[in-house]
């Protein structure tokens, strides 16, 4: 168990709707980072978040929004949803900003659109 | 092209085999390489990482690193069931700008 919870395990949700996903970092962990995994794509990295603030953008689409709050939990946003964003949703969490060598992910979110 | 390319196998090979998995990249401003290792329904997992060229091991992982080839390879010596997996390779610049880039995984069965 890597200590980052992810919740929803699975959402399955029609084109067009929006969804939240919610992640909580490891005690301590002031950074998140979102990232999209399907079997067209791979594992994409999406955005990341520091103590509240933006630091890094990925590939991710315009439909798609993130943010940090207080308590340093995040949430993933996607909106008007297409069959294609069907994918496991990741999130990670380090103690600074931009290391992947302290990355700890949590087990993911299936989202399946219909 | 895509920026970094990985065979996604799938790769099945007998218990204590030695197992070779391999990416290739085209951006020349990649200086760190990583391998992770994702079991199924599970986060990965940072396995190794290889700061520009050069061989890194640990225990019966080695992975090597050939910049002037753009290639990058991970050995698994004896290979164990418990190493079946998804073994994704990653490359990052290194610069301040947090960008992550991930192959799309090779699914590698060791079979007892």
């Known amino acids: 168990d890597s200590g980052v919870t992810q919740t929803p395990k699975h959402l399955i949700t029609a084109t067009g709707q929006r969804v939240t996903l919610r992640c909580s970092p490891r005690?301590?962990?002031?950074?998140v980072y979102w990232y999209q995994q399907s079997l067209d794509q791979g594992l994409q990295f999406l955005i990341q978040?520091?103590?509240?603030?933006?630091?890094a953008k990925g590939n991710i689409l315009e439909r798609f929004s993130a943010q940090q709050f207080p308590d340093l939990h995040s949430e993933l946003n996607l909106s008007s949803l297409e069959l294609g964003d069907s994918a496991l949703y990741f999130c990670a969490s380090s103690t600074s900003t931009g290391s992947w060598v302290e990355q700890f992910f949590g087990p993911g979110t299936r989202l399946t659109v219909l | 092209q895509k920026e970094v390319e990985q065979d996604p196998g799938p790769l099945s090979v007998p218990e204590g085999a030695i197992v070779s998995l391999n990416c290739t990249y085209s951006n020349s401003a990649f200086q760190y390489f990583m391998w992770y290792r994702q079991y199924s329904r599970k986060g990965p997992e940072l396995l190794m990482y290889?700061?520009?060229?050069g061989n890194k091991e640990d225990g019966r992982f080695t992975a090597q690193v050939d910049k002037s080839s753009k290639y990058i390879s991970l050995f698994i010596r004896d290979s164990q069931p418990s190493d079946s997996a998804t073994y994704l390779c990653?490359?990052?610049?290194?610069?301040?700008?947090?960008?992550?880039?991930f192959g799309k995984g090779t699914l590698l069965t060791v079979n007892p």
């Open positions: 978040y520091y103590n509240g603030e933006e630091r």
């Open positions: 290889t700061y520009s060229s």
């Open positions: 990653a490359m990052d610049s290194g610069g301040s700008n947090y960008k992550l880039t």
């Open positions: 005690s301590g962990d002031l950074s």
